[in-house]
C-alpha cells in the first residue's frame, strides 16, 4: 500500500522549534520530489518547501526562508522539515506529498502544527 504519513506536529510557543517527518511505505520516495505544504484555517493550501529527488535543490516560500530547513534520507524514506523561531502565523495542517513531475502524486494525512503562547 503507498502511503506517506507524517509526524511531529503539535503544539509549541512563538520562538520554538518542530521537526517534522515525512515517511514513505509502498513506494520508493529517492524516485519523487518532495514538497511540504501547509493550510491554516480559512484559507487556502500554499507550499513551503520542496526538494528535489537526490536532495541537491531546495525550494522555500519567503514566509519561512532561513527558518526552515527541508532534507531527506533516501536510506530511510524520509523527508524532514526542520521549523525554527515558529510564528503564530505559521499555525496549520503540514502535508508532504511527493511528486514525479509537475502533479503531486501521493499525499499524506497532515500533521497539525500550533504556535502559541
Known amino acids: 500500500q503507498v502511503q506517506l504519513v507524517e509526524s511531529g506536529g503539535g503544539l509549541v510557543q512563538p520562538g520554538g522549534s518542530l521537526t517534522l517527518s515525512c515517511a514513505a511505505s509502498?513506494?520508493?520516495?529517492?524516485?519523487?520530489?518532495i514538497g511540504w505544504l501547509r493550510q491554516a484555517p480559512g484559507k487556502e493550501r500554499d507550499g513551503v518547501s520542496c526538494i528535489s529527488r537526490s536532495g541537491d535543490n531546495t525550494y522555500y516560500a519567503d514566509s519561512v526562508k532561513g527558518r526552515f530547513t527541508i532534507s531527506r534520507d533516501n536510506a530511510k524514506n524520509t523527508v524532514y522539515l526542520q521549523m525554527n523561531s515558529l510564528k503564530p502565523e505559521d499555525t496549520a495542517v503540514y502535508y508532504c506529498a511527493a511528486r514525479r513531475t509537475m502533479q503531486y502524486n501521493y499525499w499524506g494525512q497532515g500533521t497539525q502544527v500550533t504556535v502559541s503562547s
Open positions: 509502498g513506494f520508493a520516495l529517492d524516485g519523487y520530489a
